[in-house]
C-alpha cells in the first residue's frame, strides 16, 4: 500500500513512522498510552491515503480519548496537532532561523509588518532566536492548540493556510511591543514579555494575539461610539462603527440623547422616525462586517432609564413582535440610579422624558445634582413628552427581558461617576460593560473634536504568578506594552486617536480566578472569599499604578491627566462603597499614602488601569478559567465555526473538589460580594455574570423578586455595570457562547 505524502510523493506504507510519532507524542506524560490511540484510531487504510489523512486520524483518536477520566489526552492531541502544524509552517521537525522566518512573512508571504525587520539588527534577531524555547508548545491542550490554529495564528484564511507556530508568534509579539526601546534594555523587556506569554502568565486578548505583527494595526479591544441628536452624528456614527468592526473592536454605543418617536423637527415640519429606526442602521453596519475572518461584530446600546422610549427599547431583543419593532441582533445596557432604586423600594412612580426636551437632565445624570433636577422635570407641565409609569413596572420589564434573552445589561450610573477614576462624565459603556470613557458625540466622520472611547486591554493569569515579587514585574511588563501600543497602532478616525493618545486609558483585569480560589481551597460562596479578592486586586491595582506612574516620570503623564480624581490625589481607598467593609474584614497592605504621593509630584502616564474583562477565547488558549467567572462544569466544550473543544478545567486532578460550580450555587449573594471586593480597587468596571439554577426554585420557575433582590445587592456593594444574566438549561456540557458571539476580548472584548 502507498501513500501520499506533502510534496505529492508517493511512498510505501510504513506503521513505524505512525508508532514513532505517536511514542512521541505520549513521551513523559502520565495516564496515556500508545496502544489506546492507535487501537481507537481504526485506521482504515487504502491506497493512495495522504500523510495528513493518516494524521488528522491520529490527532481524533486522541481527542476522542480526552475525558474527565483521562484528561492528559489533551496533551497528546496537542502535540499530535503540534507536529502537524510544524510540518506545514517549518517544512519539518526543526525549526528555521528566526531572522528567515521573518523575511519570510515579510517578504514571500507578506502578512508581517516589515518595519520588524527595521526595529532590529540581524544580531539581535539572532540573539533572540536562541532564546526561544519550541518545547514550550508542550504547555499547550489540544482545545489551546487548536483554538491558535483556527484563530489566532497569522493565516491565509480563504486557503486554510497557517505562517507561523506558537513560539515564533510570542517572540515577535515582543519584538513588536518593545521595538522602540533601546539596547540591552529592550532585548531585556523582550525576553520578559516573551517568557510571560509562552508561560502563560499575560493573557493576550483576540486584537493583540491576533494582530500584533500582522500589517493590521488595529490593537484596542473596545470602542465606545457617543451619539448625537442630529443626522450628521448618527450616520456619522454609523461609519465609525463599521470602521470599528471592522478592526475588530467590540461596540458600545450611546442612543441617550436621541429623541423619541413623534418628536417635532424644524418646529413641527417633520416628525422624529424615534429611536428603533436608527438602531437598525446600527445592526446592519455592525453585523455588515466579519472582522478579517476572526469573529462577528456585536454591539452594545446604552440608554437610560428615563428615556421616553425606554420600554420600547427594553423589548428589542426579544423574540416577540415584528421585525419592525425588534432589533435582536444588538443587546442592550439600561441605565440607573439611586434614584431610580429609591422609588422601586417604596412602590413610587417614574416619570419618562424626551432628551431634547431635558438636555441639562441628560448632562445631569450620574451626578449627585441629578435628584433635584429630576424632581423639578417632573413638575413641569409644558413638556410635551412625559410618560409616568411605575419603577416596579419598568423593573419587572427589565428582570422579564433580563432572564429571557441573558443579554440586557444593567449600568449604575450615578457608581460609574461617583466612583470611577474619571473626572469627565461617563454616559456610556462598551460591549462587555468593563470600560468606562468619558465620550463626545462625532459630529462629523472627521471630526478632531469629538472622543470615541479606544481601550486596550489585557489580564493576568492570576494562577500561574508564584510571588508577589512576580506579579508587580507582570504588571509592569504589561503596563508597558499596551503603553507602547497605543503609539504603534492606527487609528480608523481621528475621533479615536484623539481619545486615545490624550488620554491613554488602558483596561488590565485578571483571569482564571475559579482556579485561583480553587488553589486556596476556597469556594465563591465562602466567607473568605471576598478577603482573598480584595487582598488580589489590592496588590494588581497598587502595582499597575506605580507602573503608569513610573512611565509618568520617564515620559510625562497623559495630556489629560488633569480630567482625572487622580490628578486631584484620588485613590481607589477614597470612595469605595463603605458596605464593603462588613464583608472584607483585612487590612490595607500597601503604602496607598506614599503612592498617592508619588502621582501627586509625577501623575500618571494613563488615564485609566484597569477593568476586569471576559476572556472567553483567549482563556481557552491558556487552559484557564474564564476571567473571574465559577466555572458551569469541569469539561465543556467550546464551541466555534470549525470545530468543537473539549475543554477540562485547570488542574482538574487536583483541584476537582475544590471548585465552585456556577450553576450549584443557590443564588448569587457570593459572587456579588467577590465581585464587589474587586470593584472597590478596580478603576474602570467589571464584566460580572449572574447565575440561576431553575432546579433550585419551587417548580422551577425563577422568581423576579429573587433577580430584584441581587441587582440590589450589587448596587448596594458597588457594583457600577452587570452583564450576562445566565440561566441553567439542563445543558451542563456546553459553554453557551458560539465564539462569534465572543464578548470583547474575543475581537471584541471577550479577551
Not at 157 to 182: D, H, L, N
Not at 263 to 269: H, K, V
Not at 301 to 312: I, K
Not at 381 to 390: D, E, M, N
Amino acid at each position: 500500500m502507498n501513500v501520499i505524502k506533502r510534496n505529492g510523493e508517493s511512498v510505501t506504507y510504513d506503521v513505524e513512522k505512525i508508532h514513532r510519532v505517536v511514542n512521541w507524542a505520549v513521551d513523559d506524560i502520565k495516564g496515556v498510552t500508545v496502544s489506546d490511540i492507535e487501537i481507537n484510531a481504526d485506521l482504515q487504510k487504502r491506497d493512495g491515503m495522504t500523510t495528513v489523512e493518516i494524521h488528522n486520524v491520529l490527532i481524533d483518536s486522541a481527542v476522542n480519548l480526552i475525558s474527565l477520566n483521562t484528561p492528559n489526552y489533551q496533551y497528546v492531541a496537542s502535540r499530535l496537532l503540534s507536529y502537524q502544524l510544524r510540518k506545514d509552517v517549518w517544512g519539518g521537525k526543526n525549526p528555521p532561523k528566526l531572522i528567515d522566518f521573518i523575511n519570510k512573512n515579510v517578504h514571500e508571504h507578506d502578512v508581517y509588518d516589515e518595519d520588524i525587520l527595521m526595529l532590529y539588527t540581524d544580531k539581535e534577531i539572532n540573539k533572540l532566536d536562541e532564546y526561544i524555547d519550541h518545547d514550550r508548545d508542550n504547555l499547550f491542550t489540544y482545545a489551546g492548540m487548536r483554538q491558535l490554529c483556527d484563530k489566532y495564528l497569522i493565516q491565509d484564511r480563504s486557503e486554510t493556510k497557517i505562517y507561523e507556530t506558537p513560539q515564533f508568534a510570542y517572540m515577535i509579539i515582543a519584538m513588536v511591543c518593545f521595538g522602540k526601546y533601546k539596547g540591552a534594555q529592550r532585548i531585556s523587556y523582550v525576553k520578559k514579555a516573551y517568557d510571560y506569554f509562552s508561560r502563560f502568565k499575560i493573557n493576550l486578548p483576540t486584537p493583540l494575539m491576533a494582530g500584533v505583527r500582522s500589517k493590521i494595526r488595529q490593537y484596542a479591544s473596545c470602542c465606545l461610539i457617543d451619539i448625537d441628536d442630529t443626522l450628521p452624528s448618527i450616520f456619522s456614527s454609523s461609519t465609525a462603527a463599521g470602521y470599528a468592526t471592522g478592526s475588530r473592536y467590540g461596540i458600545g454605543l450611546n442612543i441617550g440623547r436621541i429623541r423619541p418617536l413623534n418628536s417635532p423637527i424644524r418646529n413641527g415640519e417633520v416628525v422624529h422616525t424615534g429611536v428603533i429606526p436608527f438602531l437598525k442602521l446600527m445592526e446592519s453596519t455592525v453585523k455588515s462586517c466579519h472582522q478579517n475572518g476572526i469573529r462577528g461584530g456585536s454591539a452594545t446600546v446604552n440608554f437610560p432609564f428615563w428615556h421616553y422610549e425606554t420600554e420600547d427599547m427594553i423589548v428589542l431583543k426579544n423574540n416577540s413582535g415584528t421585525d419592525d419593532n425588534r432589533v435582536r441582533k444588538l443587546d442592550y445596557c439600561i441605565q440607573f440610579s439611586e434614584l431610580f432604586y429609591k422609588r422601586f423600594l417604596k412602590n413610587e412612580n417614574i416619570t419618562l422624558f424626551s432628551p431634547n426636551e431635558a438636555k441639562d437632565l441628560y448632562d445631569a445624570f450620574g451626578h449627585e445634582n441629578f435628584d433635584e433636577l429630576y424632581e423639578k422635570y417632573e413638575r413641569k407641565t409644558s413638556l410635551k413628552f412625559k410618560k409616568v409609569i411605575s419603577a416596579r413596572k419598568l423593573m419587572s420589564l427589565f428582570v422579564k427581558e433580563r432572564v429571557e434573552t441573558g443579554r440586557i445589561y444593567f449600568m449604575n450610573i450615578d457608581h460609574c461617576n461617583q466612583k470611577s477614576a474619571w473626572d469627565d462624565d461617563i454616559k456610556m459603556t462598551n460591549l462587555c460593560v468593563e470600560v468606562l470613557h468619558p465620550t463626545k458625540p462625532l459630529q462629523h466622520v472627521d471630526d478632531k473634536d469629538a472622543e470615541i472611547g479606544i481601550c486596550i486591554l489585557s489580564a493576568i493569569n492570576v494562577l500561574e504568578i508564584q510571588s508577589d515579587a512576580e506579579m508587580e514585574k507582570v504588571c509592569d511588563i504589561i503596563v508597558r506594552i499596551l503603553e507602547q501600543l497605543i503609539e504603534y497602532q492606527d487609528y480608523f478616525m481621528p475621533a479615536a486617536e484623539n481619545f486615545t493618545k490624550n488620554r491613554r486609558s488602558l483596561g488590565i483585569g485578571i483571569t482564571n480566578f475559579a482556579a485561583y480560589l480553587a488553589k486556596h481551597g476556597v469556594k465563591y460562596t465562602d466567607e473568605e472569599a471576598p478577603n482573598i479578592a480584595d487582598e488580589l486586586m489590592e496588590k494588581i491595582q497598587y502595582y499597575l499604578l506605580s507602573s503608569s506612574c513610573n512611565l509618568a516620570q520617564e515620559k510625562g503623564p497623559c495630556n489629560k491627566f488633569d480630567k482625572t480624581k487622580y490628578s486631584k490625589g484620588w485613590l481607589p481607598i477614597d470612595t469605595y462603597k463603605k458596605e464593603l467593609d462588613e464583608i472584607v474584614t483585612r487590612k490595607h497592605s500597601m503604602d496607598w499614602e506614599g503612592l498617592r504621593q508619588r502621582i501627586k509630584e509625577y501623575g500618571l502616564r494613563h488615564s485609566t488601569v484597569s477593568a476586569i474583562m471576559p476572556c472567553e477565547s483567549s482563556s481557552v488558549i491558556q487552559c484557564s478559567t474564564n476571567g473571574i467567572e465559577p466555572i458551569r462544569s469541569y469539561i465543556t466544550y467550546k464551541k466555534s465555526k470549525a470545530r468543537t473543544l473539549p475543554v477540562i478545567v485547570p488542574n482538574y486532578i487536583s483541584y476537582k473538589n475544590k471548585y465552585t460550580l456556577a450553576y450549584d450555587m443557590q443564588d448569587n449573594e457570593g459572587l456579588i460580594k467577590i465581585v464587589g471586593a474587586l470593584q472597590k480597587w478596580v478603576d474602570m468596571s467589571i464584566s460580572a455574570n449572574m447565575y440561576y439554577n431553575y432546579a433550585h426554585y419551587e417548580k422551577g420557575a425563577l422568581p423576579d423578586s429573587k433577580v430584584i433582590k441581587e441587582i440590589l445587592l450589587a448596587y448596594k456593594l458597588g457594583w457600577r455595570t452587570g452583564y450576562y444574566n445566565n440561566t441553567d438549561d439542563g445543558d451542563k456540557q456546553s459553554i453557551g457562547e458560539e465564539e462569534d458571539k465572543d464578548n470583547c476580548e474575543s475581537g471584541a472584548c471577550a479577551l
